[in-house]
Each structure stands twice: as C-alpha cells, then as structure tokens.
C-alpha cells in the first residue's frame, strides 16, 4: 500500500492528464496510511481539495446484510468525519464488491445526504427490470439513483496496449454492457484488488480509440455518469427490496454460517455498544459525567475493520481468522471496562450510607420486570437487601463461596487484614424504571427475608405461559397456556454434511442426515425461586469426514448440552447449547416445528423487517437457467424471525445465529443454523455452487470449529401482529440485559468522587413497549444533545412514535442520520411523530441537566 500510494499521490500531482483516482471508498486506506506517512497528510489533503484524489464515503466497504443498521451508519458516520479533514467525500453509496445488498440502503444512504448507490452483486432481471441503471426505493420510499457494474468492479483492470489483447478482452464486455445500459455510458474501471495505478493508461485509451472509432473513451469520474444517469430519470424503472439473486453473479447466501464463534463474538460486541454502553453513557452524561466519544470511536472502528465482507463474511485465511477475532475480543474489553466505569461513576457519587449498593440498569426505554442473577460480595455470612424505603426485599441464593480478600483489594491484606470475604450468586424479581437505574442496600450480619423453591409441577419447566414436556426422543413438546398451541419436536438437532468453502454451504453428492432423537439422553432440571432450568446432554455419533458420510460409517461425533431456561413470568423460553464438534465437513442445525403452514416468513432487517417466501421457485430451473449458484432460500435475520398465521405466531430471538431456512412439508418448521464445519477458502464444482472455485482453494483447518461453542436463542409464543405484540422489543430486551453494580467499601483501583451527587433511582426517557422502537441513544459528536433514533418496524402501517424525557427538553430538531439538523420541521419530540414502515427518524434534544 505505502509503494501503491507514493505512485497514486505523485502521478495525481505531476500529471495534469491523468485527472481522478477513487481510493477504494473506505478512509481505513488512509488511516493506515498516515499511520507510517504522517508526513504526507498535506499531500492527500491538496489533491483531495484539487478533486482529484476521491475519497469516502466508508470507514470501511461494509457487508449489508450480516451487520446491523447502527453498525452501517457508524460506518458512514466515521467514514464521512474522516473524510471532511482532507475535503469532501465522494457522495455515492459506492459497495462494488459487497455480497448482496440489503433493502434498507437507500434509507442509510438518504440519511447520510447519500442519492447514488453503485453496486454489483445480487441483481437478476426478476427484480423488474434488464437494465443496469434504476431507482431503488427501500420501504419507507427513500430513492437512490442506482448504477449496477454487471460485469464486476474490476473489467478494466490490467488493460492491455495492442489490438489483438484489448479485442480480445472487450469485444464480448461491450457487447453484455451496452445491451443492458439505458445510457450507453459503460464503465470500466481501470482498478483491482490491490493493483498499482497503471502507468501506460493513455496509451491505452489512445489504443482504444483508434480500435473502436464508433465510441468514446475519457477517464472519468463516478459522478459524471450518474449525472447522465439522473437525465433519464423518467425512463428508468423503479425497484424495492433486496439484491441478493445469483443469477449472474455470486452473492454467497450461506455465508452468514461461516466461523460462526467469529459471527457470534461479533453480534455480541455490537450489541453490547448500541443497546448497552451508549445508552449507559448518555444516562452518565446526563447526569454530570464526561460522554466517552474518542474510547467509544475506538471501539467501534476496531469492529468497522471487520465489517468489510470479506472480514465479517469470513472468507478468508486462518491467520486473518485470528486478527478479527483479535479485534473482537479488543473491542468487547474495552467496552466491557467503560461500562463497568460508568456504573462506578454513577454509584459511587449517590449519597454515603452504611450499607453497600446494589444498583440495577435497565438499557430498556420503558419499564421491565426481570428475573436478575447476580453476584455480591460482602464480609459476613448473612445479609439483609431493602429498596430506598426501607422495605425488604426478597432473595434467593444460588450459590456461596469464600474469597481470598486480596482479589477485592490488595490493599486490604497489605495492612494485614485477612479476613475473607464471601461471594452469593443471587436471584431476585426488581422491576425497573425505564432508560435508568435504581438501587438496593446491602445490610451485611442481618439474617435477609430468603425465598423458598416452589413445588415444582409435574411438567418439565411451566409458568403461567408455557407448560413444557419432555419427549422419549429428548425433544420439548412447548404448550402455549393461553392458546392452546403446541409446538412438538422442538430441539431437534439435524446434521448433515458440507461439501462446500468459506463462502457457500454445499451438500455432498451422497447425504446423510443425522438426527439427535437416535442419540440417547440425560436429562436434569433443577428448580429455583424465579427460574427453573432443564439440561439435556447427549452425544451424536458422526461421520469423521465426508468419506466416512458416504459410507456411513461413523468414528466422529458431536456433543451438545442443551440448557432450557424458564423464569416466572416470561414470555420467553431461554436456550443455550453448549456444543463440542470432533467431526470434519458437516453443518448442524436445530429444529423448531410451529404449527402455521407458512409460505411466507419474516425476519428482521437493518431498521425494519422483510418477509421472504419460505421456498424459491427459481430452485426449479436454476441449472438450466445458468444460475451462478443456486437461490437456495436460506435467509438472514439479524436479531429475530417469526411463523405467523395472523393470529398467532412464533418468534425466533438470537444472539449472533444470524442463517435460518423454513423446511418441512408444510413449510411450518425453523431451520436454525448452529455452526459449519469447513476446512477449505474456496472451492470448485460444488453441488449449489457449480464452476469455479470462488476466492482461492487454500486450506482453511480453523473453519473446521473442532472444539466447543456455545450459542443461545430464545423462543416466544405470540398473539396478534408481530408488531402489536412488540416482538422487535422483546429481541432487543432479550439481548439488553439488566447490568448490575454492587458497591461495597473496597476497590482495587481508586476514584475520586465528583462534586457533584447522584440519585439512587433515575430514569431518562420512556417509550412504549409496542410499536416503533428504539434504535440509538448516544451524545452528540458536536454538540451538548442526546441523539435518539427511534424506527418503526411494520412494513406496511405508519407508527407514531413517542419519546418523553424525565428531564426538561430545552430544544429539540429532527436530523440525519449524520446528526446534521434537517431543514424541514417536524412534529414535537414528546408527541406524536409519524413513522412510515420500515423508517427510522433521528432527533437531537437539548435537555436540561441541572439539579
């Protein structure tokens, strides 16, 4: 990159013939850069003002259907601040190369100012029109203007100079471009991965000229063609949705499967910022306390570097494996620590008592009633927990252990005090106040008011939702109390082999499905105050390798402890397996049958939901038809799914499992995908997936995920619409939970107390439960205001959103999604405000944080 560089900045400032180069739409190129050039920064600085050097808008060319909505704004947000230091980005949603793209960009790239979108993957004339020039609309009715490169991003690459090569290479391309161009205006990138600006590009273009006397040839710039594009306007087509056909060119469906501990730690870390850390730092900001930006852009862009689709996709090298799961784990601690200090920070400023705190967070904007497990640690071996009135609050211990006082504080024995402390993993119901906080008091030598286990049932797991039994398979039978539905044969887990690469699932010629209901089984539950759980463990005995598959002979396995958890009043069936994988090219999924004969199923999608039919009828002629791979219809999701009928429904919760598949002869069961098992980068002539390996055939043993993985998904019962029954909420709760703080009089490191106090309870703003939901909290880049971004999930009614401050709003104005304030006006923060299906609106309120 630095040798590419010096010859990019140099050609661009002594040639006044040679007039533009896009530096690959991503800014991370030029953080990288500057990191060993520092030097150079005046340079790209002229020649980006000079327009001749275009850069942005990405932080990173991100993948559009595995990341989330907030991770994709980041993207563009940091990407475009980058950019504003050398001069203006390029304004294009530029993704060349990206596996598919999602049918919400046009509402990313509009909140951004964004009215162009360039891509290649996932089109077919199926969408509506042949042509590769169009109006995308994403559901709310944001347009970009869309220039689809049919033939990739890289034909003009390495062009040769003579007659002979450049016929050769171009007579066919010409021939494909033209027929599909409303325009005639071809492009051909003169660019490839990692390729070096070519030097003779003139004497090519002179080549060009003098062979093909009927066209023009002039270096030019993105926007130009868009501009002849836009011209047009009245002639082009108008689309919706998603791109993600591999008619033409692949867009590696299953991809979403690949490394699934990377795509786990993944979903985790971004989670954990969006839902957890930035709501909790904007909580602590309101309160007094200094908003992190400069720790928190640190995290985010160590994950932006993996949201590239090769990174995030997973198609790559074992050694690249281990750098982004590096980045993953950097990201999480650090965000784990931040949200550990401002809980600190918070706690330790609430008025001195004698007893220590226990301070629960809700991340939630409305009130919830949770089941918390937590931990406390005291010197004493009973204790009393009261509420800020004195009263008593009830408990259950799970577990006890004595600690070494030295992993409190050292401090404690260096003056000689060895006294241990003791650890209670406890169990308490606390409902909480929204978008906030409140506290309990630890009163220690003081026998507390301890809740018994009730007397179990005589199911395995029941609460006033659900009535749950066990199988003689070691499957649930899940009875839905208020419906009368039941939900048989849930758990399943289904194996079968995987005879393709990194990029696309491929069956092998001779399957064989192995299912867990041959395996034997244990099963234990144990019961206690406001949960209970039950844990199934048994062993699959597998082929080894797909050898042994074809034979059916058996020396692998695959062991899975499953843990089924109930809380009181949950809507929720909690479930994580913990899996050990001793077996080589398969992939396993779980199996959750539902009693609604679908043909059509929904998922969430960045800012809103789709619903797919849950069979491909392009799956009949794909072969004849030419397809590049076969449109297979396994979906992503990103948090949820749901099977509904109308009237009832089931929803599918998880944390990072993000492929799933409606099988069945009714069309009626989930198909969640567990985990691949390949071994390989790239590969050829694979069943779904015929030709040319895609990428390169390099071995890949760390894709293999030999060892264990654990993985959780949740399940709920619904009544009514999707929608009416809050199931985005439920999700994102699910996936936001209670953060809890004990504060006790020692610290290992120390902090000086503020000037100022905080509450023992505070809440910041509400919603409702249902309906449009939140999407960020946050501060302000520039200015002393919270951002909220609230979107409305239906795809077909308007929502009317609501969000209503604790604190007095002092001024208020609708913005982009770049946090710049839009012209227009918009109904009042406070009341209600109109969300189209599948829109997000973002606000900036100016509160008043005085006390």
């Known amino acids: 990159m630095i040798n590419n560089m010096e010859e990019i900045l140099t050609r661009l400032e002594c040639d006044p013939e040679y007039k533009y180069y896009v530096l690959d739409g991503q800014t991370a190129v030029l953080e ?7 030097e150079n920064k005046s340079r790209v600085k002229a020649l980006v003002e000079a327009g001749k050097l275009i850069i942005g808008p990405w932080y990173t060319q991100t993948d559009t259907t595995i990341v989330s909505g907030e991770s994709i704004v980041r993207n563009l947000m940091y990407g475009m601040r980058d950019c504003l230091a050398f001069g203006e980005p390029m304004k294009i949603g530029y993704l060349p190369d990206s596996f598919g793209m999602s049918a919400q960009l046009p509402h990313i790239f509009n909140g951004f100012g964004i009215k162009r979108a360039m891509f290649w993957r996932g089109c077919s004339e199926r969408h509506g029109t042949d042509r590769t020039e169009f109006l995308w609309h994403s559901n709310d009715g944001s347009e970009v203007v869309a220039q689809v490169l049919p033939l990739g991003y890289a034909i003009g690459k390495y062009l040769p100079d003579d007659e002979v090569g450049l016929r050769k290479r171009l007579d066919t391309y010409f021939e494909v471009l033209e027929k599909a161009s409303a325009t005639q205006e071809i492009l051909l990138p003169n660019g490839h991965d990692q390729m070096p600006l070519q030097q003779n590009i003139f004497t090519v273009i002179d080549k060009l000229r003098e062979i093909y006397p009927q066209r023009e040839f002039v270096m030019s710039r993105f926007e130009e063609v868009f ?29 979403s499967s690949t490394r699934m501990d990377i795509k786990i730690a993944h979903a985790q870390i971004e989670n954990k910022i969006v839902n957890i850390l930035e709501p909790l730092a904007s909580i602590a900001w309101s309160l007094g306390f200094e908003y992190h930006h400069g720790l928190l852009e640190k ?24 750098e982004i799961m590096t980045r993953f784990v950097l990201a999480d601690d650090m965000a784990e620590n931040l949200i550990r200090f401002y809980m600190r920070k918070i706690v330790d400023n609430m008025p001195a008592t004698q007893a220590d705190k ?6 939630m904007p409305y009130p919830r009633e949770e089941v918390i497990n937590t931990t406390i640690r005291i010197r004493a071996s009973q204790f009393t927990l009261k509420d ?42 606390q409902v909480l106040p929204a978008m906030g906080y409140c506290t309990l008091y630890v009163e220690g030598k003081k026998p507390g008011l301890q809740r018994s286990v009730p007397v179990p049932t005589q199911a395995l797991l029941e609460n006033n939702f659900y009535h749950i039994a066990l199988n003689q398979n070691g499957t649930l039978r899940i009875t839905d109390k208020y419906t009368g539905l039941s939900y048989d044969q849930v758990l399943q887990l289904e194996d079968g082999s995987d005879d393709g690469d990194e990029y696309d699932y491929s069956p092998a010629k001779a399957e064989w499905l192995i299912y867990s209901t041959s395996s034997a089984h244990v099963c234990e539950v144990k019961h206690e105050a406001w949960q209970s759980m039950a844990t199934l463990k048994l062993r699959m005995a597998l082929p080894e390798n797909l050898q042994q598959r074809a034979v059916r002979e058996t020396s692998g396995y695959l062991d899975a402890e499953c843990h089924v958890t109930l809380a009181r009043n949950s809507r929720r069936i909690d479930i994580e397996i913990q899996l050990d994988n001793q077996a ?18 929904l998922a969430d999608n960045q800012f809103g939901t789709i619903t797919r039919p849950v069979e491909d009828t392009a799956m009949e002629n794909w072969q004849k038809e030419g397809w590049k791979e076969a449109p297979i219809p396994v979906w992503n999701l990103l948090n949820y799914a749901a099977l509904h009928d109308g009237k009832q429904g089931l929803a599918l919760f998880t944390d990072g499992l993000r492929e799933f598949e409606i099988i069945g002869e009714k069309k009626d069961t989930f198909a969640l995908t567990l985990f691949r098992s390949i071994g390989v980068l790239g590969k050829e002539e694979l069943v779904l997936r ?27 019962a619904f009544s009514g619409s999707p929608t009416a029954a809050g199931i985005a909420q439920h999700a994102r709760a699910w996936l936001t939970p209670v953060q809890c703080y004990n504060k006790i009089p020692f610290d290992a490191m120390k902090l000086n107390r503020a ?27 520039d200015r002393d205001e919270l951002i909220i971004r609230i979107f409305n999930p239906d795809e077909q009614h308007h929502g009317e959103g609501m969000v209503t401050s604790t604190l007095p709003i002092t001024g208020w104005q609708e913005t982009g999604m770049d946090e710049k304030p839009l012209l227009q006006q918009s109904e009042r923060v406070g009341q209600f405000a109109v969300v189209k299906p599948c829109q997000s609106r973002t606000f900036s309120l100016a509160i008043d944080c005085s006390r």
């Not at 990288?32 to 520092?38: M, T, V």
């Not at 594009?229 to 299953?254: N, Q, S, W």
């Not at 309870?761 to 946050?778: D, H, I, Q, R, Y």
């Open 32 to 38: 990288d850069y500057f990191a060993i050039k520092p």
């Open 227 to 255: 501009e002849k594009i836009e011209a047009l306007r009245e002639k082009l087509a108008t689309l919706k949705g998603e791109f993600i056909d591999g008619k033409y060119m692949r867009v590696h469906r299953t991809i």
């Open 299 to 322: 995290m985010w862009k160590e994950i932006l570097k993996n949201h590239a689709h090769d990174s995030i996709g997973c198609c790559c090298s074992d050694k690249v494996h281990k």
């Open 358 to 363: 226990l301070t629960f967070f809700n991340m």
């Open 388 to 429: 800020g009135q004195g009263h008593e609050v009830e408990y259950f211990i799970r577990e006890a252990r004595e600690i070494d006082p030295g992993l409190v504080d050292r401090q404690i024995v260096h003056y000689g005090n060895y006294d241990p402390f003791m650890e209670y993993d406890i169990q308490l119901s």
């Open 584 to 601: 080589y090219d398969h992939r396993v999924r779980v199996l959750i049958p539902t009693p609604f004969a679908s043909t059509a199923v």
């Open 690 to 716: 015929p030709g040319r390996p895609s990428g390169i055939k390099l071995p890949t043993p760390d894709s293999q995920l030999r060892g264990k993985l654990s993985c959780r998904f949740s399940l709920m």
């Open 755 to 781: 000037d100022f106090e905080t509450p023992g309870t505070f809440s910041l703003l509400t919603m409702p439960s249902v309906g449009c939901m939140l999407s960020a909290l946050k501060k302000a880049e």
